[in-house]
């Protein structure tokens, strides 16, 4: 098994709360949220994002604006709907608990060495 693999998973397992999280203070077009998760370390690409924001204004969560630019084309804004924000808050409490299962489960396994 290789680790590239499985770290891919993993980061792919918590794009969407990384996405709405992003999102849940205001709008943001494609560009600024790519460069927020790249400088959280979380690599993602175009081809990565569009659908998954597709499908999360598919699911209500989100919606878009088109917003006209001073240096170029008109910029689609992403914002969290009402719907959107509920569903991050859930989410976030459930990251919290697997977040804390998590660090006792890790915890536990390093003190019996």
């Known amino acids: 098994m290789k680790i590239e693999n499985t770290k891919a998973q993993m980061r792919k397992g918590v794009l969407e709360y990384c996405i709405l999280s992003v999102l849940k203070d205001e709008d943001a077009y494609v560009a ?33 604006r088109w917003e006209e630019s001073t240096s ?33 489960v890790t915890s536990i396994k390093s003190t019996k060495k």
């Open 72 to 104: 170029g084309p008109p910029r689609k804004y992403y914002g969290l709907t009402e719907t959107g924000h509920l569903f991050l808050k859930e989410l976030t409490t459930t990251w919290d608990e697997l977040q804390n299962a998590v660090n006792i």
């Open 32 to 64: 600024e949220i790519l460069g927020t998760l790249k400088d959280a370390k979380l690599l993602v690409v175009e081809g990565t994002i569009y659908p998954l924001l597709t499908r999360l204004k598919n699911a209500g969560l989100l919606n878009y």
